[in-house]
């Protein structure tokens, strides 16, 4: 389907005439048509079916969708079962895959990480036992950054909200640093009109300069050995090629060539990889991969408490263990406030290291809060692949399960009374108490539905 052509600016028009030449008409013309819809699976979700959908060639839970549907009306994308993700983005994984060994856990970073499709595709793609901390300068999309990494699932990952100078002290801490930096947005034209508007050499410029404060700080923070990945989501040489060879210079990183069948359309640049819409299915986006070969290896001390954190009492603690499978796996603490947080036994030792290290250490997953003697199980413990299997559930036809997320009350006759886990297709939306004669929607207000669903 064509939308209308979209204005582009001449001076962007100028500057990729010059780097495409007769290529040009072509790319202008891709931006004249509506963007690919790509999803990504969740491989420890497994309740979508792509049968019949096409693979996004370089990703292997990748599918293309034939149009764009309504996922606010789809139970199994409030359960994270799937992300939507624009498919050129997705090239992150094979790049991880060819540089970055996983047979041992990896320390990453996604330093950049709002709103959290590239941490979710991080969290999938390391081995077992890793960490990754995904940090969001923005304190307004850190909501955001949570809320999604609760959806996946997954306990290894911990969210921050740092000026990337604030990690000076974890210098060398990190195998794997991902800097998906704030750009001047090219490749999401045809997908955000008003990046249009906002696009001019100046920004351009300006957008160049501070990536290189930011990927100067990233820098610091890789292991001897480890890698740094670059990217962003625009085409111009000052953001890309420019910054990549200042990574290559001035930083003394080396640049790593990676392998990419010619027949998925990407295209070698100097020291990098470009997605173009019109050689491929997807947006515009643009990959550098580099190994630090020498630095400084971490030579922090893990603290010996976290702040403002104790011990769970272990009355307390004896009564998480009904709710988390394998609690043996894992280390649990409590807020003044009687909030239980959690978080992987094997990961003890590096968060003591980034509470330390961090001014105000990481955020932990809730597990719940004890209001007197009783446990009240939080959203992201619902949404947990460490929740124990023998919690009672209650499955959810689609249009309860949308009634559920409006945060409406269900009447639920025959289901046990006491706390229930909704869920979709085997997959957890959140808690509900049932009382006989009603039940308590326990989903949090910032997680509801907000459109109309009458006439699905």
Same mark, same amino acid.
């Not at 993700?85 to 060994?101: D, G, K, P, R, T």
């Not at 999401?188 to 351009?204: C, G, N």
């Given at each position: 389907?064509?939308?209308?052509?979209?204005?582009?600016?001449?001076?962007?028009?100028?500057?990729?005439?010059?780097?495409?030449?007769?290529?040009?008409?072509?790319?202008?013309?891709?931006?004249?048509?509506?963007?690919?819809?790509?999803?990504?699976?969740?491989?420890?979700?497994?309740?979508?079916?792509?049968?019949?959908?096409?693979?996004?060639?370089?990703?292997?839970?990748?599918?293309?969708?034939?149009?764009?549907?309504?996922?606010?009306?789809?139970?199994?994308?409030?359960?994270?079962?799937?992300?939507?993700?624009?498919?050129?983005?997705?090239?992150?994984?094979?790049?991880?895959?060819?540089?970055?060994?996983? !047979?041992?856990?990896?320390?990453?970073?996604?330093?950049?990480?709002?709103?959290?499709?590239?941490?979710?595709?991080?969290?999938?793609?390391?081995?077992?036992?890793?960490?990754?901390?995904?940090?969001?300068?923005?304190?307004?999309?850190?909501?955001?950054? !949570?809320?999604?990494?609760?959806?996946?699932?997954?306990?290894?990952?911990?969210?921050?909200?740092?000026?990337?100078?604030?990690?000076?002290?974890?210098?060398?801490?990190?195998?794997?640093?991902?800097?998906?930096?704030?750009?001047?947005?090219?490749?999401?034209?045809?997908?955000?009109?008003?990046?249009?508007?906002?696009?001019?050499?100046?920004?351009?410029?300006?957008?160049?300069?501070?990536?290189?404060?930011?990927?100067?700080?990233?820098?610091?923070?890789?292991?001897?050995?480890?890698?740094?990945?670059?990217?962003?989501?625009?085409?111009?040489?000052?953001?890309?090629?420019?910054?990549?060879?200042?990574?290559?210079?001035?930083?003394?990183?080396?640049?790593?060539?990676?392998?990419?069948?010619?027949?998925?359309?990407?295209?070698?640049?100097?020291?990098?990889?470009?997605?173009?819409?019109?050689?491929?299915?997807?947006?515009?986006?643009?990959?550098?991969?580099?190994?630090?070969?020498?630095?400084?290896?971490?030579?922090?001390?893990?603290?010996?408490?976290?702040?403002?954190?104790?011990?769970?009492?272990?009355?307390?603690?004896?009564?998480?263990?009904?709710?988390?499978?394998?609690?043996?796996?894992?280390?649990?603490?409590?807020?003044?406030?009687?909030?239980?947080?959690?978080?992987?036994?094997?990961?003890?030792?590096?968060?003591?290291?980034?509470?330390?290290?961090?001014?105000?250490?990481?955020?932990?997953?809730?597990?719940?809060?004890? !209001?007197?003697?009783?446990?009240?199980?939080?959203?992201?413990?619902?949404?947990?692949?460490?929740?124990?299997?023998?919690?009672?559930?209650?499955?959810?036809?689609?249009?309860?399960?949308?009634?559920?997320?409006?945060?409406?009350?269900?009447?639920?006759?025959?289901?046990?009374?006491?706390?229930?886990?909704?869920?979709?297709?085997?997959?957890?939306?959140?808690?509900?108490?049932?009382?006989?004669?009603?039940?308590?929607?326990?989903?949090?207000?910032?997680?509801?539905?907000?459109?109309?669903?009458?006439?699905?």
């Amino acid at each position: 389907m064509t939308n209308h052509q979209p204005s582009l600016p001449p001076a962007f028009q100028e500057s990729m005439k010059a780097q495409l030449g007769a290529d040009f008409p072509a790319f202008a013309d891709a931006l004249a048509h509506e963007s690919p819809v790509s999803i990504r699976l969740n491989p420890a979700k497994a309740a979508y079916d792509p049968s019949g959908l096409s693979r996004v060639p370089w990703h292997p839970d990748g599918f293309y969708l034939p149009r764009r549907p309504v996922f606010t009306l789809d139970p199994v994308f409030h359960a994270g079962g799937y992300y939507v993700q624009e498919a050129s983005s997705m090239i992150i994984h094979e790049a991880l895959s060819q540089c970055v060994s996983r !047979k041992h856990p990896l320390r990453i970073l996604d330093l950049c990480a709002a709103p959290g499709g590239k941490s979710t595709l991080l969290a999938s793609w390391m081995p077992e036992g890793s960490l990754l901390l995904a940090n969001e300068v923005i304190r307004s999309r850190v909501t955001v950054l !949570k809320e999604n990494l609760e959806r996946w699932g997954h306990a290894g990952t911990f969210t921050s909200s740092y000026d990337p100078d604030s990690f000076q002290k974890l210098t060398g801490f990190f195998d794997v640093v991902l800097v998906d930096a704030p750009c001047s947005g090219e490749g999401l034209f045809r997908k955000d009109p008003d990046a249009i508007q906002e696009w001019s050499a100046e920004h351009v410029q300006l957008c160049a300069a501070r990536q290189q404060r930011i990927l100067a700080a990233a820098n610091a923070l890789v292991a001897p050995g480890g890698v740094l990945l670059y990217s962003t989501c625009t085409y111009n040489e000052f953001e890309n090629d420019q910054n990549a060879e200042w990574l290559a210079t001035a930083q003394g990183l080396t640049h790593l060539l990676l392998d990419f069948p010619k027949e998925w359309g990407l295209t070698a640049r100097a020291k990098g990889y470009q997605c173009y819409p019109h050689r491929l299915s997807g947006e515009g986006f643009y990959l550098a991969a580099f190994r630090k070969k020498e630095g400084i290896t971490f030579q922090g001390k893990p603290s010996r408490y976290m702040g403002k954190l104790y011990d769970v009492p272990k009355k307390n603690a004896a009564a998480i263990q009904d709710w988390v499978q394998n609690p043996k796996d894992f280390f649990y603490l409590q807020r003044p406030d009687g909030t239980v947080l959690f978080a992987p036994k094997n990961l003890h030792e590096e968060l003591m290291m980034l509470d330390a290290a961090l001014p105000q250490g990481v955020w932990l997953r809730e597990a719940g809060e004890f !209001k007197g003697k009783d446990f009240i199980p939080a959203q992201g413990l619902a949404m947990s692949t460490a929740l124990h299997t023998a919690v009672p559930t209650v499955e959810l036809n689609r249009v309860n399960s949308l009634q559920f997320l409006k945060k409406e009350s269900l009447l639920l006759p025959d289901a046990p009374k006491g706390w229930l886990l909704a869920q979709h297709k085997g997959l957890g939306l959140g808690w509900m108490k049932n009382l006989g004669n009603r039940t308590n929607n326990y989903l949090p207000k910032d997680w509801r539905i907000r459109m109309d669903i009458r006439e699905i």
